[in-house]
């Protein structure tokens, strides 16, 4: 191939041909069957290469021809079962690890509270101001799911704290959704705390850590800064105090809080 | 080169105890991944269970040779089905009646053969020399040639363009001597 031609089938992929030049562009693709290969793969290197993209296959082969009698095996269809059995007890296993943690912590954190007898010497209302701007919550602004629009209008409400739209909104998606991520429990019992809201925040930051996602975790975090805004510096020792010893999300930020308490 | 084919034997024999340790040891990993790129806890889970249905039913019919450890290889053939999931959706917007005819057989099927194109693509970028590869892999990460040109220290944007130019030519070439680019022709 020569460069004109890479030019052209780059202008061609690029989307930037006039109406002209692609008609004569489809006319050449069409006789010329060598041109129309020199385009496919040029489009195919595309496709593999750049990271957001991917090739698919516009027509079977006789591979994929082969590889969809095997899919439609018994063998196949046996082991599929099999790997679902597999997938369904490992995710119980894994949520029952966090059900038995959960349990756990609560009673390490009264324990600990019974033992201590502290005086405070920091006010938690300040301590909360200085430790709840960095936030480091997920972004909804990018999802190509159906909910964007709403998740979008949700945190930008957010972000200017109005609470209480934001918060009608992320109850919304809450009650709606089959499978919450943990932003939106996150987004949910922020703003429930802001608006001192504090037994719904509480039972929030809660159900998350109770959930098996993977930032379940953070729910800790955001509910020793409940506590904070709360005035139960004692109940939020205990809560960072299970975060350090788990090395869970903010240790170091716990530990740092957990001397100024 | 450390032989894979157990993990692989593991499935086709519908071992519950060696699937349930690929899952432990693989299975955080794709997940953490999946929630990263706008996916949800079903996702990770059907993407999951997917791959290795696909690595069985490749191996089933080829006994293909696993050239990574069997962790990086599953996770690669994870992230590649759930680029293909991102990327299907796109599609569907323009191409809605063709995708909902298509058995989820037929799809899987397809993902296999579009996983080796991958496979084949990737290999052959990584024979060629380090500059060429380094320039495409800016080219396909849609930088521009002007910013590839102060980036490499080149004297113009055509110099990047002919370099360009040649380092493609010289991938399709051995992309196309690869004999499993001829069994990826579309009928």
Known sequence: MNLEDDILIEKFIDKTLSKEELEVFHKRMNADKDFEKKVLLEQQLWEVLSDDDWSFMSKSTETSQAYEEIFKSDEIKELRTTIKDVNASYQKSKSNVWIKWVSFASAAAIAFIISLNVLNTAS????????????????????????????????????????EQSLALFLNELKNS???????????????????????????????????????QKGAWFKALLYLKMDEPEKSKGVLEEIIKQKWYNAEKAAKLLKEL | MKDNSHHLNALLKRDSKEITAIYTLNYPKVERFIFQNKGNKQDAEDIFQKALLQLAVRYKKEKFIIKTSFEAYLFTVCK?????????????????????LVSEDYDDAMAIEEQKRWELFNESLELISDNCKLIL???????????????????????????????????????KKDKRYHALVEL
Do not use: H
């Open chain 2, 137 to 175: 892999k800016l080219f396909f990460a849609k930088i521009g040639y002007a910013a590839i040109m102060d980036k490499l220290q080149y004297n113009s944007e055509n110099v990047v363009r002919q370099r360009v130019f040649k380092c493609k030519a010289k991938l399709k070439e051995l992309i």
């Open chain 2, 80 to 100: 590649n089905l759930w680029r293909r999931e991102l990327n299907k959706s796109k599609k569907k917007v323009t191409n809605t009646a063709i995708l909902e």
């Open chain 1, 178 to 216: 089959d499978s919450p991520d943990a932003g939106l429990y996150l987004y949910t019992g922020i703003a429930q705390t802001e608006l001192n809201d504090f037994e719904e925040a509480e039972k929030t930051f809660n159900a998350l850590l109770k959930s098996d996602l993977l930032d379940a």
């Open chain 1, 124 to 163: 938690p209302n300040e301590l909360y101001e200085v430790y709840s701007t960095d936030k480091n919550l997920p972004s909804y602004v990018s999802r190509e799911d159906g909910n964007e629009n709403e998740l979008i209008k949700a945190q930008l409400l957010f972000e200017n704290k109005e609470y």
